[in-house]
């Protein structure tokens, strides 16, 4: 009894034409790259507060004095929990918008992740040394560079409507877009006055944070109070 004949390397030669032929699709999910941030921020926090060490004393007025020493690490642990706090709450904001994502889009939120990492040893550094200028602007360096990332990232995602909804409103795009901008230039400004001042830089770090989320907040209430493409957003 004879089998036919098996041409292998025909078979793979169909198989291969098979796929060329269909449309290529680099589409990602995006939900995946949410969850990985969420698991970062949620590490992220905890990590912050792990950097205050408990101690044993013998007496209460060594307990006062104990935790008077540790008050600059509580302050950076209050600062930076709602600084990050704050992050966490305009990604989700900005995600809310992003229908899709490519590697492009994903190793870009890998560099805001591994910014984002960094912030736990900035706090425990500028703990150690509130008083020495260069602890704040490494602190802020860190920002800094978190904001451009955030930035670049949008800016990525909503050129030519590559991984957001066509239907998306353009004022919405540019008033993220600007909100992003304007929190990175304000970190900026507040690395140069920590040469100067190191409450005011601090100051300057934590109301810069706090109007991106601000804004974020209404941008995003505003989308969807009107709901229609071509709503307009006040700037």
């Not at 490494?138 to 955030?150: K, S």
């Not at 795009?173 to 304007?182: A, D, G, M, P, Y």
């Not at 230039?185 to 944070?209: H, M």
Request: glycine share 2%; proline share 3%.
């Amino acid at each position: 009894m004879r089998f036919p004949p098996f041409r292998f390397v025909n078979l793979l030669r169909g198989v291969r034409n098979r796929i060329s032929s269909e449309p290529e699709n680099t589409d990602i999910s995006n939900h995946r790259i949410d969850a990985l941030v969420d698991a970062f921020f949620a590490i992220a926090l905890t990590l912050l507060i792990l950097d205050i060490k408990t101690f044993h004393v013998e007496s209460d007025a060594e307990l006062i004095q104990k935790l008077i020493t540790l008050i600059p690490k509580f302050f950076t642990y209050f600062l930076s929990f709602t600084i990050l706090g704050l992050l966490w709450f305009e990604h989700q904001m900005v995600s809310h918008y992003v229908a899709r994502s490519d590697r492009t889009h994903i190793w870009l939120n890998l560099l805001f992740l591994m910014s984002i990492s960094l912030i736990p040893f900035a706090a425990s550094l500028l703990g150690e040394n509130l008083s020495h200028p260069s602890a704040t602007t490494f602190y802020g360096i860190n920002l800094f560079v978190t904001g451009l990332i955030q930035y670049f990232d949008w800016e990525y995602v909503t050129r030519k409507n590559r991984l957001i909804d066509e239907t998306l409103n353009r004022k919405l795009v540019r008033s993220i877009q600007k909100t992003f901008l304007l929190v990175a230039v304000s970190y900026a400004i507040g690395i140069e006055a920590s040469f100067y001042s190191i409450p005011v830089s601090i100051a300057i770090y934590s109301l810069a944070t706090l109007a991106g989320a601000l804004r974020m907040n209404a941008i995003f209430h505003q989308s969807h109070e009107f709901n229609q493409p071509e709503v307009i957003l006040k700037e």
